[in-house]
């Protein structure tokens, strides 16, 4: 068994977590030309709001929002000018507040880069999602491609590739991964520059708020100085979800040090188990041995209700795509009752949750929740009903303490 | 005075949150919060009720300061506004969401999508108040601090604009046509060009490379400019649909709105193009004499003796903290050129011994203290009176072209707006000087864009 955290999750000994990563018309390329796919709904938000709405009634923990700051490609070092494919996304934040309200209990992660935006802005807008959503919102952290850089214009172009193995790539994503960890820092310490009961609209004093309880944060970094406070009261939440995906050392750290769930992508049960070893080291070099980190799988999944039925889908998907589907994930293609097999047998290795990637919109995520869920449930590993609680609650992670809250006073 | 033949103006309104600022009563036992979103969502549908054409926020990208104190005496703090405006979407179908964003501390191609992002979410319903704010103090929230010289600020706030147009436009009108049968997702646009490509090049911004939104569906988002320099002036009738206007008294109104059109004119728009909406606020009463006192009442709480000083130190740019309200004004001059006491707040570009000067001999006319003069400055409400009196003085206003509509708040968060709607947006739409029904389904339609 890996070193595990006291707190941190163990196999078996907690419910298991179930969250859907939502983009475009499915992660596989020719999704959107299912039967069922909607492809010209993709920038309305009845299409998302009905995603979302699905994955709430098969009781998931949270769904993700894919994002970027540039076009889907099928090449790493820009736009690959396909007309046959999705291209284009609206903005995640912004579709992850659109369905806020329409939505009570499912956290809502969407993506928002580090890389050329403002740490203050990125703080604001989740701690406000926050806020509309009644303490259900997380971020999922990414660091941009340099084909990017041109968008904004303030960096140099840049050509290396997180792909690279060279020593030049190796220091790029250092970099990026280091602004990444300064720009969390940054957001968590604005989300806690209120501390909870800083607004006091006592008339007697004529105070709205009691300004002993607001803090300059006085962030001094490589990529920039933040000072504080921000202007969004503390989220509900304290701290909300911070997520990131990671294929390597350098991102797993980054998560060990500052996340609430790393995603990763082992392919079977000893790559989970040689994953979570990893992070859980990370974790205790960080001072966090402690404190609850999820650890989840980020599984593509192919549903059928036999496996040939499955695999007939997939053989259907590549042939329209013309070509075989890879991910960075692990590609599952089978039955609900399979999978459920081997989200379990991956969970004895560590893992805590999963972030399922459905390949066809909506049809793999209805699998998820018709058929996924209700098998999980009869195996007593997954919730059968919504607690009113916060997305951290639901996680098992406590609200934490304002870092600059005074004790008595 | 003859009447003018043309047809009565259909008078535009915003419904505007009144949070951080001097006119919102907090202490009243029936304030609401200033962050929770059934606030936002309470004040969008009863805007919404009224049939108004759009809700609006406004933006302060870092908390008041008074002698680098944080401001606590005024309501402090607010949500983001895209995702609330986002939100609010969810709860309403014809209200048009404008939200102000600063163009210093932003980038084109993270705004323009969000808000052509808002647009879809909202089937055409964003709006932009482009606001300028560059001062240091905020800067010091942003990677950049407070690089921008105060000349600069129109020059960017023009590039950001046009380079923003280009990214709405990088994709072709009807650039989705997703047919599953011959498997084509997008279309080219009909110049030849890569999808979503674009390029831009200024002093402020050389970008260029691939926009990942489709255009919005009004085209553009509607565009309102809030800032009179003569440099915000020429700004607006270049690049806006509509104007924020601070002018609300009906001389100083028309000249302005003279001014706009003069300026609009000159810069091609038709006449009327470009339209002029002043903030502006009412107290409601059963008689005249019952709003007038409800309004005493009511303008006595927004300016304590405390707000009375810090409204005075914005001119004055001296710490007056040590002043009694109750007593004369402060016999010191101002000293506009020291460092900033009043931080985070839009500063006013006025001359401060001028100002002074018409404050004193205001104060020994009337023999105001320094609250009462705060009062007769900054407590002012636009439209006190009965239900009936109001709908005349707004349709008034707006027929003898002092505007083309008002963006309203209230001193109450959220529920001020309830009685305006039930009680004056009636009269008004009986004598057709506001919509009875919404016709279109976007921002642009509403306005009539
Ligand atoms: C009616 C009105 C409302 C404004 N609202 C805001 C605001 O909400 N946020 C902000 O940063 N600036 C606001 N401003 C400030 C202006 O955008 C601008 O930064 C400032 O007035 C300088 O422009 P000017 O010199 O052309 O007046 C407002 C200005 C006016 C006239």
Redesign the pocket.
Known sequence: MPPSAPSSPTPSSYPLHLAVALDGAGWHPAAWREPGARPDELFTARYWADLVTTAESGLLDFVTIEDSFSLQSARLDGPDGRTDRVRGRLDAVLVASRIAPLTRHIGLVPTATTTHTEPFHVAKAIATLDHVSGGRAGWRVQASRPAENPHFGRRPVGHVQYTDDSPEARAFIEEHFAEAGDFVEVARRLWDSWEDDAEIRDAATERFIDRARLHTVDFDGRWFRVRGPGIVPRPPQGQPLVTLLGHGSVPYRLGARSADIVYATPHDADQARAVVAEIRAAQEEAGRGEERLHVFGDVVVLLGETRAAAQARAARLAERAGEPFTSDAPIFVGTASELADTLLEWRSAGLTGYRLRPAVLPDDLEAVVGALVPELRRRGVFRGTYAPESLRARLGLPRPANRYATTAR | MTESARPRKRIILGAFLSGVNHHTVWSAPEAGSQIAFSSFEHLARTAERGKFDFFFL????ALRERSGRVFDQDVVGRPDTLPVLAALAAVTEHLGLVG?L?TTFNEPYELARQLGSLDHLSGGRAGW??????DAF?GQNFRRGGYLH?DD??VRADEFLAATHRLWDAWGEEAIVADKESGRFLRRPEDGTELGAFSFQGDQFDISGHFTTPRPPQGRPVIL?????????D?AVRRSDAI???YRHLDEAQEFYRDIQRRAALAGRAPGEVKIL??ASFVLGDTEADAVERHRHIARQQVTGQTAQILLEAVWNRDLSGYDPDGPLPDIDPDPEGPPVIQGR??L?QDAHQTVAEWRALAEAHDYSLRELALHVFGRTDFVGTPRQVADLIDAFVQNDGSDGFILGSHLTPTGLDEFVDRVVPLLQERGALRTEYTGTTLRDNLGL
Request: net charge positive; glycine share 12%; hydrophobic share 30%.
């Open positions: 406004a933006e302060g990208l102000t600063n108040n482009v606001v300028t704010s560059f905020t105060r600020r129109y400019q809030a800032g009179v320099s003569p440099g915000g002036r700004f924020f206007s601070p002043p903030s839009a500063r570009h």
